[in-house]
């Protein structure tokens, strides 16, 4: 046991490493069956790791800026979807054009007849979004609330673990101390 550390937590690391990697996967999914995934730019974005600082072990999850506009949705100028929480806006035409380049939007013919260019029918979307706004889909919530559901038993039984380690070394080391054995003998 060296003295630079009071206990050594290499169990619940261990536990906390699967959990940031099944959180990975769990968020990739929620995407998937809320519709969300499109471009999958959002799901590829999502890397989990565990971060340690002093006593601190947290699951962290790094996400492209506008995970949050999927999480809360929009609210909209004339009519809000239910629950939307971020205030309407107008979303930039040109990131809704990479949108409508990955999935497959079928145009429906502009008053002229014409079907609208990727352009035009970017900010076409782009109007509804900021009319409409855009309903929650609250992907990571639905994430950590089936972590914390499947995982924390195993947190638990970890970090006993440790304490029990820790205890036990502990316990050896004081019983051959020779203050110790002149203290209880």
């Given at each position: 046991?060296?003295?630079?550390?009071?206990?050594?937590?290499?169990?619940?690391?261990?536990?906390?490493?699967?959990?940031?990697?099944?959180?990975?996967?769990?968020?990739?999914?929620?995407?998937?069956?809320?519709?969300?995934?499109?471009?999958?730019?959002?799901?590829?974005?999502?890397?989990?790791?565990?971060?340690?600082?002093?006593?601190?072990?947290?699951?962290?999850?790094?996400?492209?800026?506008?995970?949050?506009?999927?999480?809360?949705?929009?609210?909209?100028?004339?009519?809000?979807?239910?629950?939307?929480?971020?205030?309407?806006?107008?979303?930039?035409?040109?990131?809704?054009?990479?949108?409508?380049?990955?999935?497959?939007?079928?145009?429906?013919?502009?008053?002229?007849?014409?079907?609208?260019?990727?352009?035009?029918?970017?900010?076409?979307?782009?109007?509804?979004?900021?009319?409409?706004?855009?309903?929650?889909?609250?992907?990571?919530?639905?994430?950590?609330?089936?972590?914390?559901?499947?995982?924390?038993a195993?947190?638990?039984?970890a970090?006993?673990?440790?304490?029990?380690?820790?205890l036990?070394?502990?316990?050896?080391?004081?019983?051959?101390?020779?203050?110790?054995t002149?203290?209880?003998?």
């Amino acid at each position: 046991m060296e003295n630079d550390s009071l206990i050594r937590l290499n169990n619940l690391r261990q536990v906390l490493l699967e959990i940031a990697k099944d959180a990975q996967e769990t968020y990739r999914y929620q995407l998937a069956i809320g519709g969300k995934n499109a471009s999958h730019k959002l799901a590829d974005s999502a890397k989990c790791y565990v971060e340690h600082t002093g006593t601190l072990y947290e699951v962290k999850i790094d996400l492209l800026e506008y995970w949050k506009y999927v999480e809360g949705g929009a609210q909209g100028t004339e009519s809000s979807p239910a629950g939307a929480v971020f205030p309407s806006h107008f979303p930039p035409p040109w990131a809704i054009e990479k949108w409508v380049n990955v999935k497959p939007v079928i145009p429906r013919p502009m008053d002229n007849g014409n079907l609208p260019s990727p352009k035009q029918l970017s900010y076409m979307i782009a109007h509804s979004i900021e009319k409409r706004g855009i309903p929650p889909h609250p992907a990571l919530q639905a994430t950590i609330d089936e972590i914390a559901a499947k995982w924390n038993a195993q947190i638990e039984e970890a970090f006993a673990k440790d304490v029990q380690g820790w205890l036990s070394d502990t316990i050896t080391i004081l019983a051959g101390s020779a203050e110790v054995t002149a203290f209880v003998g």
